[in-house]
Each structure stands twice: as C-alpha cells, then as structure tokens.
C-alpha cells in the first residue's frame, strides 16, 4: 500500500473507530428512581436533562416516594434493575443497612471532596454510602387569601376554621413518621407512649393525609386545601406561580431532612452511575436545585440568587448548623411501630 493510500486508510480507520466509541457510549442506559410532583421536575431538569445531554447516557425515570423506592430495591435485591435512587433521610439509613446501596470513593466521585461533611453519609465501617443533593424543611404552608389569622403552631391546624381543608403527611412521606414522633413529644407523650399523638390525629379533621409531596402540592394548587404541614420548597413553588401560599416555621420548630443520591449495590453500569453521582453533586446542578427547590445545598461554593437565599431553610445568612436535623437512627428503630399504630388507630378511623 503506497503512503498516501496509507495514511487515508488510517486516517477512516481512526474516525470509524471513535465513531463506534461514541456509539458505545450514547447506548449506554441507566434507570434512575426519583420522585414526582415538583421534586422529580427539579431532578428532571437540573440532573437529568443536562447529564444526558452532556453524556449521551440514556436515562429512564422510575418514579416514586422513597418508601417504594426502597421497597423496589429490596425485591430486586442481587439483580437490580435499578441503577441510581434518590431516597430521603431517615429511608436511605434502612436501605443501607439492607445491603442495596454501593460504596462510594471520592477517587469514583470526585465531587465527594467540595460536599460539606453532614452532606457524606456514612456506614459504621465508614464506606460512604450517599450524598445529599438538598435540604429541606418541613413547617405550615398556607393560603393568604383564604386564611384570616396566619398559622404559627402545628396545632393551629385542629382549630374548627380549617376542618376539612387541611393537611398533613402520612408515614409513607419521608416526613409522616418524623412529625408524628414531633407532635407526640409536643404533646407530652413518648416514644414508649404515643397516646397523645394517637388521640390527636384521630380527632383531626383533614381533607387529606398526603403520600407524596406532589399529592399536597396538587390539593394546595386546587384549593381543596388551604393550611397544612407542608413543606417550605412546595410553598415557594407555588407562590413563585403566582398563588397566595406563603410558608412559616411553626413555633414547635420545623423537622428538618435531605434527599440522597445513591448507587444500588449490583448495579451492572457501574461507569455510567459513577459518573452520574458525580454529574448530580457538582455546583452547577446543585445550584440549579436550590434555585428551583429552595433546599440548601450540600454542596460548597454554590453560587446563589438573592431570592433563594432568602427562602433556604436556614435562612439567608444561616447554615446547615440552624437545622433541627433528625436523628434517623432512634426514630428508625420506632418507625415500624408508629406505622403500625396509624395503621390500625388513625387510617381506619
């Protein structure tokens, strides 16, 4: 083969090849489990809009709440199906210590190293097991035009003016157990008795108890409800729509939680999730959540707007220090328990 006739060869030879590459690449796919409502738009648009653009990744949504997500992960538990899950506090503990989550490095995930300490979730071994990508409160959420005396405690919402047109979490919302456990401490009880709580939510009359943060949103938008414990990012979703809904921390004090990124352990596009994770707690997407959500980042250096600082759960000049941050490890060990109870006393009642 004469040179010249050479060199073309290679030269086609080289661009079939990277051609191929990228082919490889583009078809790569992961599943990713987040949620609905304006949380899984956020998702949608700040991660995983840009990352398949960036990657040629195919990504396909799996949605749900947390407690389904996890659910999911244990029935696919050594051949998942599942790649990446978005599961909140308090859940993300139960499924790390059920095995589906993959250990992190910060040689994998590069991003580890800009994330603020209570951001980096640990094992008892200290393998990392996921990463926050915002957190969140969860306080009274109202409607200014249809409330005549603006809420300030949680236990506003028993009084006869807002029967029916109120709302609440239920357990399978990341925060329905946590403000139960809030309200029986409130109201004198225990965690070895939760009849003060019991007795209270029996006799509250709601139009709803909501599942997912969306289901709320929804009542809110449709005025079926105007007052509820709801969460400080749904709030200022709606107002930045142009709704009367405005958000205060009850004197109670506001619970407070995160939604985690996490790699399901046996995952078969390790690479590509890997890469995701990263692409999910870099200061672009990070910034972009809390501009959209309101949730304070986790990670450092996040550039921000002087409207989303207002509304960040720890306020404007505040920290991940001003958060009243549950321990999920003692509230875990009674979950079961609280479920069971509003199983049987207050779902039925």
Known sequence: MKPKTLSVFLTALAGTTALCAGNVFAQQSLTVAFYGGEWGDAIQSCIVDPFVKASGVKVTPDPGVSTVTLGKLRQQKGNPVI?????????????????????????????????????????????????????????????TKEVKTPPTSFWDLWKPEFANVSTLPSPSNAMGVPLFMHLNKAAGGSTTNYGPAVTKYKALKVSSFFDTSGGATNSFQSAEVIVGAHYASAAWSLADKGLPITYVAPKEGAPSGDIRVHIVNGTKNRAAADKFVDFAVAKEQAACMSEKLYVGPATKGVGLSDKAKSRLPWGKDGSIANLALIDWGALNAQRQIVTDLWNNEIARK
Do not use: H
């Not at 190293?113 to 996921?130: L, R």
């Open 83 to 143: 790649d990446v899950a978005w599961i909140d506090g308090g859940v993300s503990e139960l499924a790390a210590a059920d095995g589906l989550t993959a250990a992190l490095t910060p040689a994998s995930v590069p991003n580890i190293a800009n994330m603020i300490p209570e951001g980096v979730y640990k094992t008892g071994d200290g393998k990392i097991y996921a990463l926050s990508t915002g957190f969140y409160s969860l306080g009274l959420v109202y409607n």
